[in-house]
């Protein structure tokens, strides 16, 4: 019976993956819907039809299929969240690519926010007004060590 079968769910972009059952199914003119059971209970509707004929449903980001679909899939749908991930990354490094040079840091990679910190201080003791540095400067760098500090881990 489907409401006792597990089903698995994988969320590519945040790297969940997980078993579920499915939660409350209804039945209406256009065939059964569902949602899955908690904790997963935010993933619904979808069409439960749909989800047991073609063995995966999308919903949102979140796909919902069958142990037998997962293990076709799952290396194409890891390859593909894999190459997601690094898109993303690399879309920050570029944004933030003025910030980084402004601050002297590594034009690539990832950057943690003590090194940002440093590069800021390093800068600062020589930019800053009080220390004979002009404001225009020392303004870049407070609006380069802010943006980065918002995109670091």
């Avoid at 290396?75 to 002297?104: G, S, Y």
């Amino acid at each position: 019976m489907t409401d006792k079968e597990e089903w698995v769910v994988w969320n590519g972009s945040m790297g969940i993956l997980d078993m579920a059952t499915i939660g409350d199914i209804r039945h209406g003119e256009s065939g059964r819907t569902a949602c899955l059971a908690p904790p997963y209970g935010v993933v619904g509707p979808f069409s439960l039809d749909e989800l047991e004929t073609r063995g995966q449903i999308a919903f949102g980001e979140c796909l919902v299929m069958s142990r037998r679909r997962w293990q076709e899939d799952q290396v194409n749908l890891r390859l593909e969240a894999h190459a997601k991930r690094r898109t993303f990354l690399f879309q920050a490094d570029i944004d933030d690519h003025e910030h980084r040079e402004t601050l002297d840091l590594p034009v690539e990679g990832l950057l943690k926010k003590s090194d940002i910190n440093a590069a800021f201080r390093l800068l600062a003791k020589t930019a800053h007004p009080d220390a004979g540095g002009a404001d225009a400067h020392y303004r870049r760098i407070v609006e380069a060590r802010d943006a980065l500090l918002k995109n670091s881990r």
